[in-house]
């Protein structure tokens, strides 16, 4: 069994004056709290919330008698994954600050600071007592509910003063079971597209992920030095302009989409999914070229870790089990005759030193990840599966056989729910190399 989780953002009805005012009150308070907190814990190196909690809870309820005592430890909480998260980047030195800027701030709450008051009110704890607080619920909040997911006792609130509205995120939890696979499907991430290995097709998702990252990162500089030059570096119009550029690039995200495809088709086939295990010198090898030690990061973060977790968080949800396996020289080993393949000046298409057979470096990698999964080299024993779909005298090879993906571009795929549809629909449209 496994946890899952969603978060679902939900406005309050407009407050009158007088409540709303308490919840200004409340969340001055908990920012102060949090800005002490993180001075404290970057300058001590506190990452741990109980450490925290045990060095600090007296001098907080002290500075806030009126409060309820539990907001301590939720912004104790908050402040550990603030602390954590900056002294990450400080040791990667991809950042100058010495201390994290506590900028925008939800009041985390926990299951003594608020209480669900049937669906569509909650009752918020606060230095003057409980008060409550009426929700506007959306369709994407009744799907939830209805289809039996329940409430956890984490929640976060933030402050929309221009509306006098608290805007609401509540965690909705699931349990699901793990299925036993009949077989495997692997997939293989770089920077510009996924390809997965069904039944022995090879599909080429192109995602442009290094593209789309630069073009943000570009996008935000510009539009940084340009504001900074008009209006100084802290203006409320550049922080509108860089909020609606990350809102767009959040729309635009499509490793959603292609975790999507990848987790359903698992699901339908009640296959087990194949990743490669990440490690550090991964992220240096793959994106090597790219200088800029920040936009590497970031190039890294977005497509591989960021698909990856996509993936992980969709197959949780299926009940689609997912196996890691060793990345170590998947694509340079042929598949069929476990010989290397060599890969003259840069180009993604190889030859194999005996069969003499092209390999496409995406599909050598996918069938060594899969044969990697059924040779038992990953997490889950090959024995443990029972009964496999997948044959391994079914790799293809001669001498003539080009190992060409089908590919598909962001645009025919973005669309889609899962490979049925490709497999059901009679174009799809194989690019030769
Ligand atoms: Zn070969």
Redesign the pocket.
């Known amino acids: 069994m496994s946890r899952v989780t969603r978060t679902v953002m939900v406005r309050s009805v407009k407050l009158p004056r007088r409540v709303f005012s308490i919840f200004v009150e409340l969340e001055g308070m908990y920012r102060n709290m949090v800005e002490q907190l993180v001075l404290y814990a970057v300058r001590n190196n506190i990452k741990s919330f109980a450490r925290l909690k045990a060095l600090k809870y007296r001098e907080m309820r002290s500075l806030y008698p009126q409060l309820p005592s539990h907001y301590v430890y939720t912004a104790c909480q908050d402040t550990g994954t603030r602390a954590k998260s900056f002294l990450r980047l400080k040791r990667l030195g991809l950042t100058e600050r010495e201390y994290p800027e506590v900028r925008r701030v939800s009041i985390w709450l926990d299951d003594h600071l608020w209480k669900s008051n049937g669906y569509t009110s909650i009752k918020i704890a606060t230095h003057r007592g409980w008060a409550a607080v009426g929700l506007e619920p959306h369709k994407q909040y009744w799907r939830y509910v209805n289809r039996g997911w329940k409430l956890a006792s984490e929640a976060k609130v933030k402050l929309d003063k221009g509306n006098r509205q608290l805007i609401i995120y509540l965690t909705f939890v699931k349990e699901v079971e793990e299925f036993k696979p009949r077989g495997y499907l692997s997939v293989d991430v770089n920077e510009n597209n996924a390809t997965v290995l069904v039944d022995g097709i090879a599909y080429l998702f192109e995602t442009n992920m290094e593209k789309l990252v630069l073009g943000y990162y570009y996008r935000r500089k510009r539009v940084q030095e340009r504001y900074d030059k008009l209006y100084g570096k802290r203006s409320r119009v550049k922080r509108k302009v860089m909020r609606k550029l990350r809102e767009q690039k959040k729309k635009q995200d499509i490793k959603w989409k292609i975790a999507n495809i990848i987790v359903r088709t698992a699901y339908e086939k009640q296959y087990a999914i194949v990743l490669e295990k990440l490690g550090k010198h991964v992220a240096s090898n793959m994106i090597k070229r790219i200088k800029d030690k920040q936009l590497r990061h970031r190039i890294f973060q977005a497509s591989f870790r960021g698909i990856q977790r996509a993936v992980e968080g969709k197959a949780r949800e299926y009940g689609v089990p997912v196996v890691y396996v060793d990345p170590r020289n998947t694509s340079k080993l ?4 476990n ?1 290397p ?1 060599t890969y003259s000046n840069g180009s993604r298409i190889g030859r ?1 030193s ?4 092209l ?1 496409h470096r995406d599909v050598v990698a996918c069938w060594n990840l899969l044969l990697k999964a059924l040779r038992g080299d990953g997490s889950y024993a090959p024995n443990s599966v029972g009964y496999l779909l997948i044959d391994v005298s079914r790799i293809p ?1 001669g001498t003539k056989a080009i190992h060409d993906p089908i590919t598909l571009l962001v645009g025919l795929w973005a669309r889609w729910k899962s490979l049925e549809v490709t497999l059901n629909n009679p174009k799809p449209q194989g690019i030769t190399l």
Do not use: M, R, T, V
């Open positions: 042929c598949p069929a005759h010989a393949i194999c005996i069969g003499g057979e390999w090879f």
